[in-house]
């Protein structure tokens, strides 16, 4: 069973960087996929990135391109997600999720989700 645990949540003023951390135990496959998604108050999920732990492709929504990487470090089984120049609208529970045939910022196409954690950024 593959179960997913995100960490690094907290307050930073806008401008600031966050590293949030999504720990991956359980795969058995030599290609799954790992997305951050991400839920202001009110609205909906909101996909940031997504990459594929095989081949290491990777992508990103308009609203973070430049801001925020996305890189697996499989020695630590984590994806991390650097956000840098972070914005109020920014703010929000980042969840990420898993799947072995998802891709792309549909929150359907992924069957297993970590508890999120909270990222506030100050204006």
């Known amino acids: 069973e593959v179960q997913l645990v995100e960490s690094g949540g907290g307050l930073v003023q806008a401008g600031g960087s966050l590293r949030l951390s999504c720990a991956v135990s359980g795969i058995t496959y030599d290609t799954y996929t790992i997305a951050w998604f991400r839920q202001a108050p009110g609205k909906g999920r909101e996909g940031v990135s997504c990459i594929s732990i095989g081949d290491g492709n990777v992508i990103y929504a308009d609203s973070v391109a430049g801001r925020f990487t996305v890189v697996v470090d499989n020695a630590k089984n984590t994806v991390t997600l650097q956000m840098n120049t972070l914005k109020a609208e920014d703010t929000g529970v980042y969840y990420c999720?898993?799947?072995?045939?998802?891709?792309?910022?549909?929150?359907?196409?992924?069957?297993?989700w970590g508890q999120g954690t909270p990222v506030t950024v100050s204006s």
């Open positions: 999720a898993g799947d072995l045939y998802g891709w792309g910022f549909d929150a359907v196409d992924y069957d297993t």
